[in-house]
């Protein structure tokens, strides 16, 4: 209700409707006022202050300021009076010139408080703003194909809009390609790999009418079109698989999301809900794991962990990268010019930019349990033998359970009763640390209780870590209390504005009590030289670039955690787990002490003394960090748990009553209890527990996804600057496009965002969607500006064409394989793509589409294309990333040598460019070389270079070479035998046609070249057949078929499509 | 103007005129010949040399880079005033509204420096004991000691020095340089990165060219193995095969070219040739056994001595050595930009010990360059920069409340760095920081004005030397900058 309100008080554009009987008349009352006093610097001609008042819209803008010139209904609260009236005596307006009379200004502030009733409609030509008129913020109704004169040309809707421009020209189109251009052409825009041998020859031949369409369906069905189409997308989303900045982390689950996205293309899932699921997958009603997988969209930006960051500063970073990513791909603008400014050139406001940045502004990052639907069927399948298996099982151990329990159960449990009677081992708080330190540098208070309390600011996050020296040996537990505090929030015990902590993960490290402390202890002691050791010691590790050492310590292993209280989905054993999203937390039950205890797995200490270090992360973020503690550690036999013993607290009430007065229930109760601990009995079912030990584990995938973490305020960064806050906003989306966002009940959310960008209205995301379509087929959109639909970008060269494949889009209800299989049926598609010199001045980059174009391939697809040719590619589909084969000097590049670049095995050497990790701040050299992009903020176009590095990668390095002596070995293999034939099939294999006349002598005769070099240099052969065992002759042979392949692997037009 | 754009529309150039010129091997230029190829004016090669807007003063820059951002306090800013109030607590005011990567303000105190400067040159600039051998070539320098910049953690603050804003995807100086005046260089990249010790906070991203094309990124030259990534053959293809391999794809793509009248195509042969020439020009461009034994010595290319700490180990002293030698080779061979990187200056603890280290491994070899250029006759011509990507505390670092103070920790807001050469006016110091080190106070040059002046001495315009990006020209001085007319000659 609240944020209700707010949103009310800051909608400026509809003034409030049931003020209509508002006696003052807007027109005739108050404009003439701004117009006499207000008009000389902000209206049409000037915006003092970034800011105009002669028409409403403009009010929607506001200033540089970013607040709200008024507020409806409130003239105390509405700068504009507080100008006019001279309230500030620095900020008087007007500042030169004629002030506003008294009966002026209460005529304004009666306006004011009457709901400021403003007819945007008598605005007429005032409002006028020839940017809102832009082309790309409205869309018509579906242009119909216009008239050719040409008939017989056209094959789709698509064709005529061509045509009838290329008449309007007086250029003929350029005839269809040839079966061979048109096959490799196919292969490459919809698989990204090629067609073999065979399927060239089967094409060529097959003279049926529907030949083409059945290569077209053969390449939509394959599972490499999402790997092709997906990469696309790859692009728009940054992937990438680390951090970024200096430290570069790696993303281990990255891929996830990259899968999910391959399948999303294969499955054709459609544009609309493709775009729901990544952007608000979370927030969909009953949310799949594969829905809450998509939302990996937007953990592609980058994170800075550098020591010393501020991590509002980065998240911040992030959530600005997130609106501006969503602005590019979806709007095609550039909203992210309106982070410092209203935008230069679009009508897009600050207000509105920080409105859309509201949406993001509420996340948090988690990585999700996620198996793929492979794993989990995997998982099901085992798990369902694994309880045939236990069934089997327990049939036999069954009847000697029983047995046991008859025998001889009664009389166990007897004896451990009076074992236990008089052996209670009480809890034992531990002295005073050695050491103590925060990460946050805030202080650490020792209590005379042996409690230790936390002062000085709250922050964020913290991980505490205690060092303390005891003479305590044979630990089976410690425990940790939770403690009241009067100077903490709520009494605490946590440092939330609720009293509420989180403690993400508990460690324990033992070593022997230092040698110096002992002697302290002992009363020997130097304390001046120790204090100066440590001291040096404790910088060194204090310093960014130093992990710890090589410590002596070992890591104390604790199990079965018990509390005496845990939140839900907090419970106590997860701070046990290294995730700092999760861990012990106490919600429901904050301003009481809580205690939780954890069990060593053997016993801990040393008799000459025990060094013990506690490491408390509380990373949960948000100041859930932890306020007041005490830790206590026992040496009471196993199973140690919370209830001041060994026992559960039930138990050891129960046996303090006697035998004789316990209730029925009781006796059960403690008969159970003990059950789980009787020895004999756990002998008995050791094959049924050794069963339950293998029993089959969930995968452990994990994806990286976004959720909501609780509205937050968003206010706009005046000039950008986070730290700088400005007016409060609500979200909202952009006033130039279609209707408003809106919500009948609270605040819209990412989900109605989402569906706001795929609604039928939207006059821009439709044609920014198909646009980049037919870029990916034609190399060129037709507005080539891809990232820029706005006033700055290039307007489209076939306007009506783009709205008509726009409406064809929707029409086909955003299925992303029908829009391809239209456009590569169209007979603009097939055309030849010989330059065509006759053209050149006229259309010197074939805007007109009087033939096909013809660019160079894309990183990942050079390296597909190679490893197809070759034959050494494996197809297999998804999966975490790999890593080709890289000099080592290439990874040092990274920061410190924190980069690990361990190459991968088997067939993942050859997997597709795709599948290539990608660590930002040292990509794979080949990628970089061939124009990908950095992954470090949206690419809707690639740059396609053409450079001497290029040339001696294709040319040497070994990942290429492998394909070119592949290559010769496949055409060995199931080539032909003779040597032109062999040739024919090489240029096959890797150009996908046949050698002209010309080529064919000019190789051959290069070929029979290569045979005598090789037969002369044998050494030579050995090393680039890499099969010494084979006969001279052969080695020759594949000696020569390698740099033969290497040749057409090399040429112009094996990496171009044509 | 936008060199790319400008340079497509007015391409109408001689396909020998630009670097394809090197096509060199006869076979191919008879076979265009024949083929009536060179009548075709099409080709477009992004690195032809370009002319900038007016007439420049340098041709080249070396650009010594600095990564972790070196102590100006120790090395090139003395303040008698810090020494006398070590141990101070600095004045609350200050501290307000001031971040911090790791220093406690509550309890942090000012820390002088324990270095000795001297008067050097006719000049008299200062400079501190670490640095004996830049002393003697003090009156070609102009120090500016009052450099300023926002970024205040190193990848940011390293892309701001290397690119002019503190985010990713900008092109780096070097790429903006080629782009706006190709390359002057037959056989070499007209960019080339050399490398010492362990890698920067920035990576690669340091030299790359943004969204410019990959032909104007830094190509690294690497210290051991193949100069370039992939500059030798496969094992088993002789120089005489590989040659012969390349004519038989020039061949093969002329008779495509013949067919399908792609432009690109040429660009493809001619790019096939220049890779050809690298592969001699750049092992004969690593092989210093032509250099004399006195300028190897006066580099100190032989040194043994290691870097200490996390400077970088054993033979990272002869490493620099041997790239700043290197850098003096690659500009007499016409490549327009070379990056010096080492990257170990983030002195947060053991300043002094480790500072000693670095400077002794960059002071002996960047006074041998300087003198080397200018005997050369090359120093005109070519620009010289020292910088980091900013400069350190005049307080001591306390993190954690930590007492005891051995570093100092990062600071944006007054620090140094030099140029000399290519049209700068040496032997004078540019601005000054206050009494204590602070601020910036004097005549302050942000990272974006120094990066204008730059882009003057080799005859541009920074407002006029964009490329259309996002809806956006770009361009190396973001929204700011200005020339600083003291640093011109």
């Known amino acids: ?1058 | 103007m936008d060199p790319i754009q400008e340079h497509i529309t007015r391409t109408r150039r001689n396909f020998l005129a630009t670097t394809a010129n090197g096509l060199g091997l006869l076979a191919v230029s008879d076979l265009f010949n024949q083929e009536g190829l060179l009548a075709n004016e099409s080709l477009v090669n992004p690195l032809a040399p370009k002319k900038p807007h007016f007439a420049p003063k340098a041709k080249n820059c070396i650009f010594i880079f600095m990564a972790g951002a070196p102590s100006q306090i120790d090395l090139f800013d003395p303040k008698p005033k810090l020494n006398e109030l070590n141990g101070k607590a600095l004045p609350k005011e200050m501290l307000k509204d001031v971040r911090f990567a790791f220093i406690k303000k509550e309890t942090v105190k000012l820390m002088g420096s324990k270095r000795v400067f001297t008067k050097h040159g006719q000049c008299g600039m200062e400079f501190s004991d670490l640095l004996p051998h830049l002393g003697t070539v003090a009156d070609d320098i102009c120090l500016i000691r009052s450099m300023h910049t926002e970024a205040f953690n190193h990848h940011p603050g390293q892309l701001m020095m290397n690119t002019g804003v503190a985010r990713f995807g900008l092109p780096s100086v070097g790429s903006w340089l080629n782009y706006g005046l190709g390359s002057e260089s037959r056989n070499l990249p007209g960019y080339v990165v050399l490398h010492a010790g362990r890698g920067s906070s920035g990576g690669a991203s340091n030299w790359s060219s943004g969204f410019l094309p990959s032909t104007y990124a830094g190509v690294l030259f690497r210290t051991k193995g193949d100069a370039v990534l992939n500059l030798s053959n496969p094992q088993g293809i002789s120089p005489h095969m590989q040659r012969h391999s390349l004519d038989l794809m020039s061949k093969l793509n002329a008779r495509r070219f013949e067919q399908i009248r792609d432009p690109e195509i040429n660009s493809r042969i001619a790019s096939y040739e220049l890779a050809y020439r690298m592969q001699s020009a750049a092992p004969e461009l690593m092989d210093l056994k032509n250099e004399s034994k006195a300028t190897l010595e006066e580099y100190g290319v032989h040194r043994t001595e290691g870097v200490t700490g996390r400077g970088g180990g054993s033979g990272v002293m002869a490493d620099y050595s041997r790239n700043c030698l290197l850098a003096r080779r690659l500009v007499e061979r016409g490549v327009r930009f070379v990056n010096l990187m080492h990257a170990s200056w983030d002195h947060h603890s053991n300043l002094d010990r480790e500072l000693a280290s670095n400077a002794k491994m960059c002071d002996q070899p960047i006074a041998a360059l300087i003198n080397d250029l200018k005997r050369r006759g090359l120093f005109e011509e070519t620009l010289v920069v020292w910088a980091g990507e900013f400069g350190r505390t005049p307080l001591g670092e306390n993190r954690g409340g930590n007492p005891k103070t051995t570093g100092r920790d990062h600071h944006p807001y007054g620090f140094s760095i030099w140029m000399a050469g290519g049209g700068v006016k040496g032997g004078q110091v540019i601005g000054a920081t206050d009494e204590v080190g602070w601020h910036a106070t004097e005549d302050r040059v942000h990272v974006n004005d120094f990066h204008a002046t730059l882009l003057h001495l080799f005859g541009f315009n920074h407002l006029k030397l964009t490329h259309r990006f996002n809806g956006r020209d770009f361009r190396l001085t973001d929204v700011a900058g200005e020339v600083n007319p003291r640093i011109l000659a």
């Open chain 1, 1 to 1058: 209700m609240k944020t209700l309100a707010v949103s009310t008080l800051f909608l400026l554009v509809a003034p409030a409707q049931s003020q209509e009987s508002a006696p003052i008349d807007f027109a005739r009352q108050v404009r003439p006022l701004f117009q006499k006093h207000c008009y000389k610097c902000h209206s049409s001609k000037e915006q003092k202050g970034g800011f105009r008042i002669d028409a409403h819209r403009f009010i929607e803008f506001g200033g540089s300021s970013g607040k709200p010139i008024y507020v409806a209904g409130k003239s105390p609260e509405s700068r504009l009076f507080k100008f006019i009236s001279g309230a500030d005596p620095e900020k008087v307006m007007p500042p030169k010139g004629d002030r506003l009379t008294a009966a002026e200004i209460a005529l304004v502030k009666a306006w004011l408080d009457h709901g400021a009733v403003w007819p945007a409609e008598a605005d007429g030509e005032l409002a006028k703003d020839p940017r809102f008129d832009h082309w790309a913020f409205h869309l018509g109704a579906q242009p119909k194909p216009p008239a050719t004169m040409h008939k017989g040309w056209s094959r789709k809707p698509i064709d005529p809009f061509i045509l009838a421009r290329l008449e309007k020209e007086g250029v003929k189109p350029s005839p269809e390609a040839d079966r061979f251009t048109l096959l490799r052409r196919l292969s490459l825009d919809i698989t990204g790999l090629l067609p073999s041998p065979e399927e060239v020859d089967a094409f060529a031949n097959d003279k049926s009418s529907d030949a083409y369409s059945k290569v077209v369906d053969r390449l939509l069905r394959s599972p490499h079109f999402g790997e092709r189409w997906g990469r696309h997308w790859l692009d728009l989303a940054r992937y990438a698989d680390s951090d970024g900045y200096e430290k570069d982390r790696p993303r281990p689950n990255a891929w996830r999301w990259r899968d999910w996205v391959i399948k999303a293309f294969n499955d054709d899932l459609p544009f609309d809900q493709f775009t729901i699921q990544q952007l608000a997958g979370d927030l969909l009603p009953n949310a799949t794991i594969e829905n809450r997988v998509a939302t990996g969209f937007h953990r592609n930006t980058l994170t800075n962990r550098e020591g010393g960051i501020d991590p509002e500063e980065d998240r911040v970073k992030q959530t600005v990268d997130r609106t501006n990513t969503t602005g590019t791909v979806w709007l095609g603008l550039t909203i992210g010019c309106a982070q410092c400014h209203s935008h230069k050139y679009d009508p897009i406001s600050r207000r509105e930019y920080y409105r859309f940045y509201s949406f993001f502004n509420s996340l948090s990052q988690t990585d999700i349990p996620a198996p793929t639907p492979a794993q989990q069927a995997e998982y099901d399948r085992a798990k369902k033998a694994y309880e045939t298996k236990r069934a089997e099982i327990a049939a036999k151990v069954t009847p000697l359970i029983k047995k046991y329990e008859m025998e001889k159960l009664a009389a166990a449990q007897a004896s451990w009763e009076k074992k236990m009677a008089n052996k209670i081992v009480d809890w034992r708080v531990l002295e005073e640390a050695t050491k103590t330190s925060t990460t946050s540098g805030v202080k650490i208070k020792f209590m005379k209780d042996g409690s230790y309390l936390l002062t000085g600011a709250s922050p964020d996050r913290d991980t505490y870590t205690i060092t303390i020296d005891t003479e305590l040996a044979g630990i089976t537990g410690f425990r940790i209390e939770a403690l009241t505090d009067k100077t903490l929030p709520k009494k605490g015990p946590g440092r939330s504005g609720n009293g509420n902590f989180v403690l993400s993960n508990l460690s324990v490290t033992v070593q022997p009590m230092p040698d110096k402390i002992r002697k302290e202890r002992e009363g020997l002691k130097n304390p001046a030289a120790a204090a100066e050791d440590e001291t040096e010691q404790e910088l060194d590790l204090a310093d960014e670039e130093l992990e710890t050492g090589n410590s002596p310590a070992r890591k104390v292993k604790l199990q079965n955690a018990s509390a005496d209280f845990s939140q839900r989905n907090f419970q106590v054993e997860k701070a046990l787990s290294s995730s700092d999203k999760e861990g012990w937390a106490i919600a429901g039950q904050m301003g009481k002490p809580h205690t939780a205890v954890f069990e060593t797995a053997e016993d801990i200490g040393f008799k000459k003394g025990t060094r013990l270090t506690f490491k408390l992360v509380c990373n949960y973020g948000g100041q859930h960090t932890l306020g007041r503690f005490r830790i206590s550690a026992i040496s009471a036999p196993r199973p140690v748990r919370y209830g001041k013993a060994k026992l559960p607290p039930n138990i050891a009430n129960l046996l303090k009553v006697l035998d004789a007065k316990r209730t029925d229930a009781q006796k059960a109760e403690l008969a159970k209890y003990y059950r789980s601990i009787d020895s004999g009995l756990n002998k008995i079912r050791r094959p049924l527990s050794a069963h339950e030990k293998i029993a089959p584990k969930a995968s452990g995938t994990k994806a990286q996804a976004l959720a909501e973490s609780g509205y937050r305020q968003t206010r706009i960064h005046i000039r950008g600057d986070f730290l700088n806050k400005g007016a409060k906003v609500d979200r909202g989306t952009f006033g130039v496009l279609h209707k408003r966002l809106e919500k009948k009940e609270g605040m819209p959310n990412r989900l109605d965002l989402a569906r706001w960008l795929v609604d039928a209205k939207n006059p821009i995301t439709p044609r920014v969607a198909a646009n980049r379509i037919w870029q990916h087929l034609f190399g060129v959109g037709f507005v080539k500006t891809t990232d820029d639909f706005g006033l700055r970008g290039e307007r489209p060269t076939h306007p009506q064409l783009l709205d008509w494949l726009a409406h064809e889009y929707l029409n086909l209800k955003w299925s992303r394989k029908e829009m391809i299989r239209l456009i590569v049926h169209s007979a603009a598609y097939r055309q030849q793509s010989r330059t065509r010199p006759e053209l050149l001045e006229r259309d010197p980059n074939n805007r007109l589409l009087a033939r096909q174009n013809r660019f160079r391939l894309e990183a990942e697809t050079v390296r597909d294309v190679s490893l197809a040719a070759s034959g050494l590619l494996a197809p297999r589909v998804g999966g975490p990333s790999i890593r080709p084969p890289m000099p080592g000097d290439i990874a040092k590049l990274g920061y410190a040598n924190s980069v690990r670049w361990a190459e991968s095995k088997g067939e993942d050497r050859y997997r597709r460019g795709l599948y290539i990790f990608f660590q930002r701040t040292v990509p794979y050299p080949m990628l970089i070389a061939f124009d990908s992009p950095d992954s470090n903020v949206t690419c809707t176009r690639r740059e396609r270079s053409n450079t001497p590095i290029q040339a001696l990668t294709l040319l040497n390095d070994i990942a290429f070479f492998e394909c070119a002596r592949g290559l010769a070995n496949r055409i060995v293999k199931d080539g032909p035998k003779e040597k032109v034939e062999r040739i024919r099939y090489a240029f096959k294999a890797s150009i996908s046609r046949e050698p002209t006349k010309e080529e064919l002598q000019d190789f051959t005769s290069w070929f029979e070249f290569a045979e005598k070099e090789y037969a002369k240099d044998t050494a030579a052969a050995v090393k680039l057949s890499g099969q010494p065992k084979l006969p001279v002759e052969e080695q020759v042979q594949l000696a020569a078929l390698t740099v033969a392949s290497r040749v057409l692997l090399n040429l112009d037009q094996f990496i171009t499509r044509e």
